[in-house]
């Protein structure tokens, strides 16, 4: 079956500098050659360092800016060469959530003005049943409709999100952009929303592209993980395979850069050498070469290609490196003393398994 979303070869340079006659003198390179794909009911997580072309991206699988070059397809059709009755009919089936509710929502308007707008843009729901949709949505949001008279700035951080996804699925959209949907929140909200998000999904069988810089938060939605440098992806693959063995140097430096909840635990600091280099004047051959603790000469004039099915990684010596350090996903890793201690609260058995005196 054809996926949702198919992206091939995209670029997007941005003119950083002109000449005194208007000629671009300098180009940021924030996107350069990127291909992915994303399944109809599934979750792509896109994850990188700020400034690595993640946000670019998914602005232009939406056309809000047009690529350079490269092929979008949506369903099968050319996304980019859609006519204006088709682009509209796209803006439904494709929407986005951005980063800070507080900015994304307008001040002015209440939660029920919000919603109904996307209803009577599009010509959805006839006026008589647009009170009631409201109320559905917020349902679907887990707020209660009779918060459809508040305003925005009535409600937390994490209730705003909730709008603004409620304003998004208003639509009935196929495919949602969440670009750091999370990063604004406290960690205590955070998990509502990415669990809403997980439970809409199921229900709606709606497909995600997951924008983060935050790799612990990407494993907990993702079911597939492309990560970016400088405009690349340079590692691709199923959320466990990655997680369990990362090939990239770079994804190993991710990943390894996780905080781990247990003190003794075994974790391999690949960590990362310098800046990263800026998108306007990126290094030559393999982009990571200035920061790689494998580099050879090679990596430094030829630019590797993303290879493999499955699981696919841009490197020249992908099969030469060292297994990668033990690496424990963000949700694991008690100490023994924490082990005793959640045995405790256990069965009788499991306890005394554990070493455990109940008695005490
Ligand atoms: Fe490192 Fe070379 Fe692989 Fe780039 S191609 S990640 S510089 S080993």
């Known amino acids: ?25 300098a180009h940021v390179r924030a996107v350069d050659g990127v291909s992915f794909s994303v399944e109809r009911g599934k979750t ?13 991206v998914s602005r232009l699988v939406l056309r809000l800016i047009e690529p350079d070059a490269g092929n979008i397809r949506f369903e099968g059709r050319d996304l980019l060469a859609f006519d204006t009755g088709q682009l509209r009919r796209f803006r439904r089936e494709a929407q986005i959530i951005f980063q800070d509710p507080y900015a994304s929502l307008n001040p002015r308007m ?3 003005q919000i919603l109904t707008e996307p209803l009577a843009l599009h010509d959805l729901v006839p006026p008589p ?12 949001v887990g707020l209660e409709p009779r918060f459809a008279r508040r305003y925005p700035h009535e409600f937390s951080g994490g209730q705003r999100q909730r709008i603004a996804i409620a304003r998004a699925l208003a639509v009935e959209p196929k495919l949602i952009v969440c670009d750091e949907p999370v990063s604004a929140l406290d960690v205590s909200i955070r998990s509502q929303i990415l669990n809403l998000l997980r439970d809409l999904q199921d229900r709606l069988g709606l497909a995600y592209i997951f924008v983060s810089h935050d790799l612990a938060v990407v494993k907990h939605i993702a079911d597939r993980v492309a990560v970016m440098n400088l405009g690349e992806i340079v590692e691709s693959a199923e959320t466990e395979a990655l997680f369990a063995a990362p090939r990239h140097p770079y994804s190993r430096a991710l990943l390894s850069a996780i905080p781990v909840p247990n003190p003794r635990a075994r974790h391999g600091h690949a ?3 310098g800046e990263m280099p800026s998108a306007l004047n990126p290094p030559s051959g393999c982009r990571f070469h200035t920061r790689c603790p494998y580099v050879v000469e090679r990596c430094r004039v030829e630019r590797p290609q993303l290879n493999g099915d499955g699981h696919a990684t841009a490197c020249h010596r992908v099969d030469e490196l060292p297994p990668p350090d033990l690496i424990l996903s963000a949700d694991s ?23 455990v005196d109940q008695a005490g």
């Open 333 to 355: 890793g008690f100490s023994p003393a924490l082990e005793k201690l959640v045995a405790a609260f256990k069965a009788p058995e499991a306890a005394a398994a554990a070493g």
């Open 1 to 25: 079956m054809t996926a949702l979303l198919e992206v091939e070869g995209l670029k997007k340079h941005f003119v950083a500098s002109r000449s005194v006659f208007g000629t671009p003198t």
């Open 271 to 273: 960590l990362l050498q």
């Open 110 to 112: 209440t939660v029920s």
């Open 44 to 56: 792509l997580g896109l994850v990188g360092e700020s400034g690595c072309g993640k946000s670019t």
């Open 129 to 140: 049943g647009r009170r009631e949709r409201v109320e559905q949505l917020l349902r679907l």
